[in-house]
């Protein structure tokens, strides 16, 4: 086994594969045409090929042969790629794999390696998976290398765990919201009801306030948490013009202390229409034009707001790991000339409570929020940042198909409600409930669990007008008690009470009947509302 020269690999190669074929015993002239057109025909197949392709020296690396999707990689002619060493084209661990290949002893039949490297090409860094294998030609041993930009794939995969990792957060945090809601729903209510019992102008009063004050403050935080974890139902959408909601968004911003002294606004979406809140919409567009804000506060910089069309086919689905689908879409990119933050930061910026400011300056839910409103709405966001670089956030939406009509509810319909059947398990919460009620002017029956809320409902159905549920019971749940009762009573009217719902739950609650959810915590007034805008005829009880 022989080493050749690298520099005249490239000729002698071709030289031998002439020569090999005139001295073939019997040859001729249409033989040899035949096999030059079968080598013509190899090399088009080898240039075809997606995968850069190289032949390299052996053990020097030197490159004798290149595929022209090899030439496109690296932005070089093949010429120039010609007896140019690999070992300066790929990362030191790649070539250290290599050369270590090459320098081996195993049996010839045995030298054949897959690997993962990091490859710096032209304007970008991509991952290639690199599969080697060497081979003897007349006594000259090469190596065959494929390079194979795995980047794509990567990224799908990285979105994907991405994906995941915010769907248990979310999930957990759901859970938390929930068990804090519960706790915090008695609190609120029993002090919201004492302050309406005592005299404006009490100490007691005062103190009751106070106590109200702080939790819904609390319930704010646990509003947060939800709208991270969960996804708007049909019945809360809305038709907003994204311009509108942003241009809102950015005339607080400016009315704020420290707004950016340089903001630029590019909106070129013509099409602007999507289906959310505008609410929580109009938040998340602040709390990303804060945060670009802020980034640029102290050493100056701008601020870059854009919106743009885009189609979204088959292929970029599956580069945003499934997260969106097939169809128009609006883009808005908030960046900023800051100082960036680093992959460790990056990777954790939509997490609840990571927060990127001092302590005691934020609460880290401000881009929690952001993700969840987004997600909910059926979009992506993601932020992209290098130390030193500044960040860019990028939000993508659905353009809005036609929403669902809201339902007609006539007086007929929905009259006026007087006897109320409240079934939680937990007794603080039950008994602030039926208070509440009977405040407002209801007769209020009660029940400690599922089982309990049958049978008394199959005792006194032609009484009860309205059952109220708690999701969250000991073995039998609300969802399932409700599905019992309107087993018993397709005519049943129900409100669903609960500190976190999934979406898929909710949509198949209301489907089935249900006519709205109450969210845990909520005081007198926003159930007299709820109630009202549900039956309006039960407000007049």
Known sequence: MTHSDPSTTSKSLREELAGLLLLKKGSCPQELQERFEELARFRTMIDSCNDSIFLLDVPSGAIVDANRTACRLFGLPREKLLGTLVKSLVHPYLWNELDALFRDEAPFSEKRKTITAEIAVPGRKITAESIVWLNLF???VYASLVLRDITPQKMIEERLRHSEKMEIIGRLAGGIAHDFNNLLGSILGFADMLRLSLPEDSQQRKCAEKICQASKRAAGLTSQLLMFSRKKSEDELELLDVHDVLGKALSNLEQSPGNPSMLQVDLAAQRTFVAGGYQDLQNAFFILASHARDAVKELGGQVIVATANLEIDEADCRSYAGELSPGQHIRITVGDSGPGMDKHTLSHIFEPFFSTKELGKGTGMGLAEAYGCITAMNGVIQAESEAGRGTTFTIILPLAVELPQEPDISSDQ??????????????????????????LGYKVSSCASGAQALSYYAAHRDSIDIVLLDKYMPGQDGCETFMQLKAIDPALKALMISGYMLDEESRTLMAAGLLGVLQK????????????RVLPEAAKA
């Open 138 to 140: 007349s006594n000259t």
């Open 521 to 532: 915590p909520f005081n007198v007034e926003q159930l007299a509302e709820v109630l009202s």
């Open 414 to 439: 929905h009259a006026a409600k007087q006897h109320f059947l409240v079934v939680d398990d937990e007794d603080e919460f039950r008994e602030m409930a039926v208070m509440m009620l009977e405040g």
